[in-house]
């Protein structure tokens, strides 16, 4: 007996197709694996994917309910059917501008047992910033927009150089600003939430949800936290503009990170799905090693 699909999840599907985020589509399929009811919930995000015309990402939903039942009669049928219409499909767009998807390093707190951001590398970190940035552009053309979070320290950073630059930049919010202020900004201190309250006023802003806790129907996915949620819902929305299209900037210590899904994980999801990776080392920028 096919297990029924949580109402949570579909509420979301119905959101995202309402609203016509395919990253936000590709975040739910991958969501949905691995629960007992995952042919359901992605056959729902398939169907969704195909009436959007995402045809490339509905054909990865079909491919991965073969994966799971290789006798799927519908989605065998429906990959057939996206396969013949992707061969109508130019494999990259020329005219699509390339998208930097930004992570790294909040400014260590004071007290902070073992440094990572240091708020006296501030200008070396925003030199390296700014350094990646242009150079992406000087090798891909021109940048289309740049996706980060709002933290202290490096997203800041990111948003601050791109204005600089010309370069358009969404506000991507794990939490509501005032939750988010409390738990990723404020920390550091007060300027930094004026430069927080000053990106948010001129970026689009997305939130992902409204508490901290995960919806009911991921409460049994292990080891996920809205953090790594976050991290995947930034990079599924770049990665709807093409993987090929997809820079991933992380200024980060290339360590495991203090809490579960932060930018290693981020940059092993990334390179999985083929976007180019830049590594700004800050052992190497800082001095930390």
């Not at 320290?153 to 919010?173: A, N, R, V």
Request: proline share 5%; hydrophobic share 45%.
């Amino acid at each position: 007996m096919l297990k029924p699909i949580p109402p949570g999840f579909q509420e979301e599907v119905a959101i995202a197709s309402a609203m016509g985020t395919a990253g936000d589509l590709a975040l739910l399929a991958s969501e949905a694996q691995g629960f007992d009811w995952e042919i359901q919930g992605l056959r729902l995000v398939a169907r969704t994917q195909l009436g959007k015309q995402q045809i490339r990402a509905a054909s990865l939903s079909w491919s991965a309910i073969l994966r799971i039942d290789p006798g799927d009669a519908e989605a065998k049928l429906a990959l057939d059917a996206a396969h013949q219409r992707l061969g109508d499909i130019p494999s990259s767009d020329p005219a699509r501008k390339r998208v930097l998807l930004f992570a790294g390093h909040r400014i260590d707190e004071p007290g902070r047992r073992r440094p990572r951001f240091p708020k006296e590398k501030e200008q070396v970190a925003r030199q390296a910033i700014l350094s990646a940035v242009e150079e992406e552009r000087a090798a891909t053309g021109e940048i289309g927009h740049g996706i980060a979070g709002g933290a202290s320290g490096s997203d800041i950073l990111f948003h601050e150089i791109c204005g600089q630059l010309g370069i358009p930049t969404q506000l991507y919010l794990a939490l509501p600003a005032d939750k988010f202020i409390v738990h990723s900004v404020a920390p550091a201190d007060a300027m930094w939430v004026e430069r927080f309250n000053r990106v948010l006023a001129r970026s689009p802003t997305r939130v992902l949800q409204t508490t901290e806790e995960m919806p009911l129907w991921l409460s049994g996915k292990r080891d996920y936290s809205v953090w790594q949620r976050d991290n995947l819902w930034m990079l599924y929305n770049a990665l709807a503009q093409g993987a090929d299209n997809v820079t991933v900037i992380v200024l980060w210590d290339r360590g495991a990170g203090d809490r579960q899904g932060g930018t290693a994980d981020l940059v092993q999801q990334a390179q999985n799905h083929g976007a180019r990776i830049v590594v700004l080392d800050t052992k190497l920028l800082f001095g930390l090693l």
